[in-house]
């Protein structure tokens, strides 16, 4: 069993019928106490998984038939009607590695934004970190990714070259994906408690952002002139790199790959700042 630690809260009493109870003084990141805490932080994580996959036929495996079912679509739209130019690389394998990285970010960035609301009954009762509720879906995304990952693997070994050291990579470009999904999805957490509109706004947020981003098609695509400005947008990096270290495709610069990694700490920093301030109204405005 987990057990929610309250040794550490401290009590004011305001009279002698009415008690204040507040939560611990911490650091702005509470990376420490998170530490403490992480047996709560797997069983928040599991607990993810199991709702995800509660009474669902197949299971995980939605982590295999998403990304095919959106490759053949994309495939039929942008591989021949459209005829994106991806080099040497078939179009399938092209869109099934954008996708499968796209598809995780957008998930865990959707279930982060929503993860105070979805757990109103645990906020107003006990104390605990809050941070740990916006990291739990992004940490139990990583399962998902790892299936999609191995199908995707499997996939290209099967039409190309075997695997260089350019894998090697590949956890730098997860670790891009997962950063950028959790620092936006502390954002959108904080303030959907405020502002519900929120919920309506991501899916909306989601589709721009996914084709203002190289999932469908190559960064090469976007003329010379632009590529410093796209490459404020930390995802198109991140899937630049996480295709390359698969697909051995046209590598991002170190340019646009510092730019992106400054622009994922900013993302973190405010996400924390903005989550901080918010996290003592969260139990009396949910």
Known sequence: MVDFDTASLEVVATSESNWIVLSPRRSPIPWQELWQRRELQAFLVWRELKIRYKQTAVG???AVFQPLVA?????????????????????????????IGWIYFANALAQASNSLIDNQALLSKVYFPRLMLPVA??????????????????VVLTHQNPFT??????????????LTAFGVGLILS?????FRDVKYVVPFMLQVWMFSSPVVYPASAIPEVWRPIYALNPISTAMSLFRW??????????SAIATSVVMIAVVLIAGQWVFNRAENTFADVI
């Open 245 to 254: 270290s698969v697909l051995g495709s046209s590598i991002p610069p170190l």
């Open 71 to 99: 490759m053949a679509i994309f495939s039929v739209i942008f591989g021949r009607v459209v005829a994106v130019d991806t080099g040497d690389i078939p179009y399938a394998s092209f869109a099934l590695t954008g996708l």
């Open 60 to 62: 995980a495996l939605w």
């Open 165 to 178: 050291v350019r894998l090697l990579v590949l956890p730098l470009a997860i670790a891009m994906i997962s």
């Open 137 to 154: 879906p992004v940490l139990a995304g990583l399962i998902d990714l790892a299936i999609g990952t191995t199908l995707l693997l499997a």
């Open 190 to 194: 904080a303030l959907n408690v405020h």
